[in-house]
């Protein structure tokens, strides 16, 4: 059939758009996203060995955080690099979060006077960041270790962190194994918004002050997914730190899940807003803490909810103390509310599996436990010891509540 007029004028216009359109995009007239620009360390000078590679580092960081475009990332290739203290700092240009892409093994310089600050490799001021690759941070803390006094010495300086994150807004850390970290194998700190998820955190039992996560004055911290086996607490909360979620995290040994210590400094920040979930604590000394200072200034720590949580052996599964430190004879000012224990179960070697050691200045209010299931792995009986405490109790209920 022959077409009329007006119809072939249609198709000649539509194939002339679609050459056009064609060639536009050929051209770059159609935007496409543009591919992720990678800077190698390797480029900048960093060379896998003894030699310490911190400068090479800084200035690949600095390319990558000068970069206008988007989809800037930092590549770390397979090989161990030896880096001293260094910081990667911000406010960045990029449009997009930088990517740091750890696929090699990053070692820590094994000499204390090394370090200046918190941290040995830290970020700061920047918003927009993803560390992932499955690469390792090793801090090589057995080297060190010897060095920490904090145990008895309440005013020692802690050794550095191998991750520290200070001001860092919308970050998100995946897939990264941290073993043998100096101090804390991470500190989160003055951030908004922070993820980590698919963490392999490893130190030995006796490491001192190696806890997995220390995280404060922080809003909108999620930890997910992670396996957490250090020296100290596999989480640790810190003054200031609020909407914080703990979800399907493994952890021991160590201390267990630790809100504190609270109350050492004056003018402390409260805690707000945290949930504990869907975790799994295995031979700690501890399970669920609260620990507040004897004679601390006021504060408070409400709103905080530990549910379907698993104890495999577990010293003391639930516990409050705010007597901790006990270097004064005055009570804790640290107001401790709204908490929220419920669907606890597993095993403690002790026989006082639960320990509300309460402030009498200011006594723990709202004290919710439902379905607590605990037994001793023995045939002691178990009990629970409360002081300055109002217990709600409902459901099951072992070992049996003390109430107010």
């Known amino acids: 059939m022959a077409m009329d007029r007006r119809s072939s004028s249609t198709i000649a216009t539509v194939l002339v758009l679609c050459s056009s359109l064609a060639s536009c995009n050929a051209a770059g007239g159609i935007p496409r996203p543009a591919p992720p620009a990678i800077f190698n360390v390797v480029s900048f000078g960093a060379k896998p060995g003894n030699t310490d590679s911190a400068q090479a580092f800084m200035r690949a960081w600095n390319a990558a955080c000068k970069f206008v475009g988007p989809r800037a990332s930092l590549f770390v290739p397979p090989g161990i690099f030896t880096l001293g203290e260094v910081t990667f700092e911000g406010p960045c240009s990029s449009q997009s979060p930088i990517v740091f892409q750890v696929a090699g093994t990053?070692?820590?310089?094994?000499?204390?006077?090394a370090y200046s600050g918190q941290g040995w490799i830290s970020f700061d001021t920047i918003s927009g960041l993803v560390i992932t690759g499955g690469g390792t941070i090793d801090g090589r803390g057995q080297n060190v270790w010897q060095y920490n006094d904090c145990k008895n010495n309440g005013?020692?300086?802690?050794?550095?962190?191998s991750f520290h994150f200070n001001g860092v807004k919308n970050a998100k850390i995946k897939g990264i194994s941290l073993v043998n970290a100096m101090g804390f194998h991470m500190h989160v700190t003055n951030s908004y918004l922070f993820r980590a998820h698919s963490l392999t955190i490893t130190a030995p039992p006796d490491s001192p002050n190696t806890d997995g996560m220390h995280v404060s004055k922080s809003n909108t911290v999620k930890i997910a997914r992670s396996v957490i086996r250090t020296g100290d607490d596999c989480v640790s909360i810190?003054?200031?730190a609020t909407n914080v979620t703990i979800n399907k995290v493994t952890c021991g040994p160590g201390h267990g899940i630790s809100i504190g210590s609270l109350g050492k400094y004056p003018n402390e920040?409260?805690?707000?807003?945290?949930?504990?979930k869907n975790c799994t604590l295995q031979g700690t000394t501890n399970g669920i803490r609260i620990k507040t200072y004897a004679g601390s200034g006021p504060s408070v720590a409400a709103g905080m909810r530990f549910s379907d949580i698993v104890m495999e052996n577990v010293l003391n599964p639930i516990i409050i103390d705010q007597n901790y430190g006990g270097s004064?004879?005055?009570?804790?000012?640290?107001?401790?509310?709204?908490?929220?224990?419920?669907n606890i179960r597993g095993t403690t070697s002790t026989e006082s599996a639960i320990s509300l050691k309460c402030s009498p200045s200011v006594p723990c209010q709202n004290m919710y436990f439902t379905n607590i299931n605990l037994r001793n792995m023995g045939s002691a009986r178990l009990s629970s010891i409360?002081?300055?405490a109002q217990v709600i109790s409902s459901g099951v209920q072992t070992p049996t509540p003390c109430l107010l």
């Open 386 to 388: 409360c002081a300055n």
């Open 238 to 240: 810190g003054p200031g």
């Open 328 to 342: 004064s004879t005055q009570p804790s000012q640290v107001r401790i509310t709204d908490v929220v224990y419920e």
């Open 155 to 161: 005013d020692c300086v802690h050794l550095p962190a």
């Open 106 to 113: 990053l070692q820590a310089v094994s000499d204390v006077s």
């Open 269 to 276: 920040l409260d805690v707000r807003g945290l949930i504990v």
